[in-house]
Structures are given as C-alpha cells and as structure tokens.
C-alpha cells in the first residue's frame, strides 16, 4: 500500500504509475477528498470530545451547573451526529485507499 503523505503531496506522481501499471480502477481524485473529508470530521470530533471531557470535568466539583448540562447534551448529540458520518467516510477512503498499488520503481518497465 502507498504511503498517505505520497498521495496527499504529489498526486500527479501516483496517477502517473497508477497509468504506467494500466490501473483505472482507482480515483485519485475521490481518494484525496475523502481524506479531506475524514480528516476534517475526525478534528472536529477531537475538537467535541475534547470539550466534552472539559464539561465533565467541571461537573465533577459538585452539582453541575444547569448550562453546563445542556452544552453536555448538545456535545453529545452532535458526537453521535458526526461519528456514522465519519465511519462511513472513512470506510468509503480505505476501500479505495487499500487499492492504489505501490509506486513502481524507475527500472520496471511499463504496463
């Protein structure tokens, strides 16, 4: 399998071996933007449970406040909004991901 930064800085490269190998299954383009999107809602979500674990620590020092509660359960349901969203880009990314073939080496003769 290729390395993900290959791909992400120097498509062109990985297009041009997947053309050499005669490989067209594979959208590189498709495969960019989903690792867009996945990194995207996975920092979004870090960014969720991150202020998530901040709440429920100020709830632990006593009875929690009554805004609290209601940003916890808007935290919440936005997690639960983001994460099959996410599991689904990210699944759609590896299927795709998993099928791009090395880069062949200058030497290896084309086709």
Do not use: C
């Not at 062109?12 to 067209?24: E, F, P, Q, S, Y």
């Not at 996945?38 to 901040?54: E, F, H, K, S, T």
């Not at 080496?105 to 086709?111: E, K, L, R, S, V």
Request: charged share 35%; proline share 6%.
């Amino acid at each position: 399998m290729i390395d993900i930064k290959i791909l992400r800085t120097n498509p062109d490269l990985v297009r041009k071996a997947l053309h050499d190998k005669v490989t067209k299954w594979v959208d590189i383009d498709q495969v960019i933007k989903l690792d867009a999107a996945r990194i995207a809602l996975g920092q979004d979500l870090d960014v969720l449970r991150m202020r998530r674990n901040d709440i429920s620590s100020q709830m632990g020092k006593g009875k929690p406040e009554p805004h609290l509660l209601a940003e916890a359960k808007e935290i919440k349901e936005k997690i639960q909004a983001l994460e099959p969203e996410f599991e689904k880009v990210e699944t759609e990314f590896l299927a795709l991901y998993k099928k791009i073939p090395n880069i062949p080496t200058a030497d290896t003769p084309i086709g």
